[in-house]
């Protein structure tokens, strides 16, 4: 229909004056957004009016661009404090985007009417509605759930009549309902029908304890649930007989919001509109409808309200924040079936039942094309039984629990959070306002050919491919300007080194706001996140773990323009902090930062000279360090020089190894340091090879001798064999000093011992602990089941392994 038709269906209006008519509809209810869009077009509006922030109207041309796809959002927020912020989403189908879609197609004047952004913000009140009417309706009617009465009465049933039935409710709901006094000068004033004002008298029904009534008398032939359509619906439930409610409150906010939408109206009507179409949340609808009156009390109430500056948008949104279990006020509780029932009007049922069985099967669950049909028979089954035109969510869901989940709530909790839910992800247009941040980011998105889901993904990177190692600098930027896109996780995937890196990618529409939180640190993501991690490293506060730890993610995002501030601040920080304990935790990760640095190109000789730096001052200090500890700070050491001594083994540097073995020698001898430690050195020497198994021996014999402790002697073999097993499976000579000693034990000690020895051996794996029991049954025998532990080997079975592992790596022997 052209806007010329639309201009000839006003001039053939009956009345020949203006006609406003109010659609009350439910946020985010498809049938409800069939009925608006059916009613549109019979009204054949020339002005629309839409529940929405006023100061949004210039963003309403972009819902026709192209590239924009509910669920979106608006969004509002305060450019010097971004984190105030608001939301109004839409989905395809929610009644309000209908509406605007309408317009856009038609050409038919759009604005939004209620409160602005600015007074929102401001007020740091949240916009939508504050109380839910229809819980009140489903209970007249006879649900104890408001979505299964709403499923039942509007989703099933579409009705382009229903809004005048649904008013009416409403309005009888709203009739006796108690307001929230507002103070305006100079008298206390409320609003009588004709919109005048009018002074406020106290009443016997004023008294908190009042409760609203509603009629609620059924034919004795028909319930609601047997009607044909909504009108009828509701209309059965304002005829029933009175039942006694809780009382309804109108709070303040929401009679501030319903005189500005009033303002809304006589503007628009004051601007020449014949035909002006209000679409606004249901419970409204009563204060919209009928004549406006006098706008002197909608003024007043309005008046003096506090005011902010307000940036608005459009931003991509999802499903699951549509529902009421992510805490959205006005979320329903399956976005992703009223999805469904609003863009599959063909044999709705079978399709759904078809998806539901998709979703099962990719989770490897057996369902066949005979579980589908006899899924849909028991949903219209059931839908027959309860008298409804068709199955609904609750019948569709039975039916899924009972044929394809076989009763399994698991299974059915799948179907739920994928389909029921859903996590579909709108997009906005291109040129949509954004700050600059956010539109580099969006460039460097699609140069790296990723895509934003709301549905995690893992992301497998190679990073030896250069595209690759963009993603990855991407990413690493954005955690660093706390928008946490992707999450560094294990990967299922056989790893090739520090040349892969896994991620898990899962995209949240308040990464938003997140962004315009960040923009404040630059207009690229690179130079945000430079800006950002330099501002970080200079707080007093800052610790060389702290500056580490900053340092090596800066490396990884390849923020060259931050490394070189990182460095010069580690070195300071590093000269200053005399605690060897902290340059000894920083350690690990400033290797790990030169390994990364070398796959990923980077020039690392700075770098290089720090860690050497701290290498030296941590060797010089250790032992001070290690002396005078107790069991829980040796414990927390130990794990320490276990970092740091891997750390420095895969560096691979000559200098750097032989500095740490020499540390290690040195704690070694002593017999004044917390046996964990001295065991711990001992083990580290003797994998490094430089202490073999009979000075091993030795040191483990004298550790065990009469003139220590029985706590000591097992703090010792506990840093000595933590965490390896397979030495005391191949080494008898020391199996057998142990087996030794615990027998030689008295009770008492043995008791003394046993924590610090269960926590040792319970460490082992299973297998190692049943080669270690088996040895010491056997007596000491090797665990190797033909042979003497004479040292020889079996050349030809050596023979066989070594052509098989020869075959399975493809070389010749």
Known sequence: MTQAQHGAADRDSESGG?????????HHGPGSARSLRLALEAFQPDTILIEGPADADPLVGYVAAEGMTPPVALLAYVPDAPAKAAFWPYAVFSPEWQALDYAAEYGVPVRFCDLPATMVLAAEEEPGDRFDPLTELAAAGGYDDAERWWDAVVESAPDATAFDAITEAMGALRESAEQDAIELEPIDAMLDEQGAVVEHEADEHDSPAHEATIDLRPDDDAGVTGTNSVAEATSDVIALEPIRLEPVRIDAHTLRREAYMRQTMRKALKDGAVRLAVVCGAWHAPALAGKLGPAAADTRLLKGLPKTKATLTWVPWTHSRLSTISGYGAGITSPGWYHHLFTETERPIVRWLTKVAGVLRAHDLPVSSAHIIEAVRLADALAAMRDRPLAGLSEVTE?????????????????????VIGEALGTVPEGTPTVPLDADLRARIRTLRMKQEALSRVLDLDLRKEREVERSRLLHRLRVLDIPWGTLTTSEVRGTGTFRETWTLEWRPEYAISIIEASRWGTTIRTAAEAKILDTASREDSTVGDLSAALEVALLADLGGATDGLITRLESAAALDHDITHLLAALPG???TLRYGDVRGTDTKALAHVADGLLVRVCAGLPGAVTGLDTGAA?????????????????DDGWATGEWLGALGKLADRDDVHGALVGRAVRLLCDAGIIDEIDSARRLSAALSVGNTAAAKAAWVDGFLGGRGLLLV???????????WLRALREDQFVETLPLLRRTFGAFESGERRAIGQAVRDGGATAIRNGEDDGSFDVARGTIALRAAAEILGVSV
């Open 730 to 740: 191949h080494d008898r000579e020391l199996l057998r000093l142990i087996d030794d």
């Open 635 to 651: 414990t927390e050491l130990r794990g320490m020089l276990d970092a740091a001594h891997t750390a420095i083994h895969t560096r």
């Open 399 to 419: 039916a899924t629990r009972a044929v394809m989940c076989a009763g399994d709530e698991t299974m059915l909790r799948l179907v739920v959070n994928e389909l």
């Open 18 to 26: 203006p006609q406003t008519r109010v659609f009350g509809i439910r």
């Open 590 to 592: 400033l290797i790990r």
